[in-house]
């Protein structure tokens, strides 16, 4: 059973930085594409950041330049360094992955329970 789970959320200020972890298991290889969404109560759900088991990435625009998503198959981690956070950038974070190796649209995702992130002006 594939399984998600979100660390490293918190509160910080405006301009401050930010990791999120995402461990994940029950994949019987590794996992394939990965990635980051966030949801705030005034937002739908949007992706951040996604990365393919090859390491090829994708970022939103309102991230690009702030964000970098990474993975280390080996020990079956997903990170988000988050710098220059924005109040904006306060929402729920959610890990996804899928067994497809390149990210493509409209894949069925295992997700986790998410963590909150927090950004104060």
């Known amino acids: 059973q594939v399984q998600l789970m979100e660390s490293g959320g918190g509160s910080v200020q405006a301009g401050g930085s930010l990791r999120l972890s995402c461990a994940f298991s029950?994949?019987?290889?590794?996992?394939?594409?990965m990635g980051w969404f966030r949801q705030s109560p005034e937002k739908e759900r949007e992706e951040v950041a996604t990365i393919d088991y090859y390491g090829r990435t994708d970022y939103a625009d309102s991230v690009k330049g702030r964000f970098t998503i990474s993975r280390d198959n080996a020990k079956n981690l997903l990170y988000l360094q988050m710098n220059s956070l924005k109040s904006e950038d306060t929402a729920v974070y959610y890990c996804a992955a899928n067994k497809y190796l390149v990210c493509i649209r409209g894949a069925d995702n295992n997700w986790g329970q998410g963590t909150q992130v927090t950004v104060s002006s």
């Open positions: 029950g994949y019987r290889y590794s996992a394939g594409c």
